[in-house]
């Protein structure tokens, strides 16, 4: 089973931040927080990615709160081109295997 | 970010036939590469890992005699469907990390198979 819970689904309004939310309360402590997104038909795209402290790079910002249980991941300027599934993932430590929940379906609307 | 290509990106096949499809690291050496099947409107599922000259290590449910996987360099691994049939058809997703316990995992772009 995927380590994340996200909800299914979003909307945003363009040009608005966009704030997807994730909980990964069973985090040990030295696993990463990953960010991944799919436009349809295509293989997910990287975003971001952290493990205590707050990250921020040219696509997105990542929030982990304090005690690592959850963390946020915020578009400041959300876009049409940004509608699509977004992967909260903690990968697993001693192999790294990746299991993918279900995502957010980000919808950027006009 | 560092780049993964599949290759091809969309193959047709008859019901019986093997498929090949591949997947390389263009400017990382890939210690680990993950096979991952996707079928419509669901979320990624992890097939297996492949470490570089070692056996992958496959999920529970996935055959392993019927669908190969080689990863003989730091740079290419393989997946062959072996006699495909339709309930094969599906987006096949590969990606690739390297050795240092942070690096990140990139994704290829997805290889589509419809098995007639």
């Known amino acids: 089973d995927a380590k994340t819970t996200q909800p299914t689904s979003m909307d945003c309004a363009e040009g608005r931040a966009a704030n997807l939310p994730c909980n990964h309360s069973t985090i040990s402590g030295n696993e990463y927080v990953y960010w991944y997104r799919q436009i349809h038909s295509q293989g997910p795209q990287y975003i971001i990615h952290g493990l205590k402290n707050n990250e921020t790079n040219e696509m997105a910002s990542l929030i982990i709160t304090e005690d690592r249980k959850s963390s946020t991941l915020i578009l400041p300027h959300a876009t049409l081109r940004d509608t699509a599934v977004y992967y909260c993932?903690?990968?697993?430590?001693?192999?790294?295997?990746?299991?993918f929940g279900a995502g957010t379906r980000l919808f950027v609307k006009a | 970010g560092a780049v993964v290509s599949q290759h091809p990106s969309r193959v047709i096949c008859k019901s019986g036939t093997s498929v090949k499809i591949e997947c390389r690291s263009l400017?990382?050496?890939?210690?680990?590469m993950f096979w991952y099947r996707q079928f419509p409107k669901q979320s990624l599922m992890l097939m297996a890992t492949?470490?570089?000259?070692?056996?992958?290590?496959?999920e529970q449910g996935v055959e392993k005699d019927k669908f190969l996987i080689n990863h003989a360099s730091l740079t290419l691994s393989t997946l062959t469907v072996t006699s495909a049939h339709p309930e094969d058809s599906s987006f096949y997703i590969c990606?690739?990390?390297?050795?240092?316990?942070?690096?990140?995992?990139?994704f290829g772009p997805g290889t589509r198979l419809t098995v007639l």
């Open positions: 400017d990382f050496q890939a210690t680990t």
């Open positions: 990606s690739a990390r390297g050795a240092r316990g942070a690096d990140t995992q990139y």
């Open positions: 492949s470490n570089e000259g070692s056996k992958a290590t496959y």
């Open positions: 993932i903690v990968p697993m430590t001693g192999g790294f295997k990746t299991i």
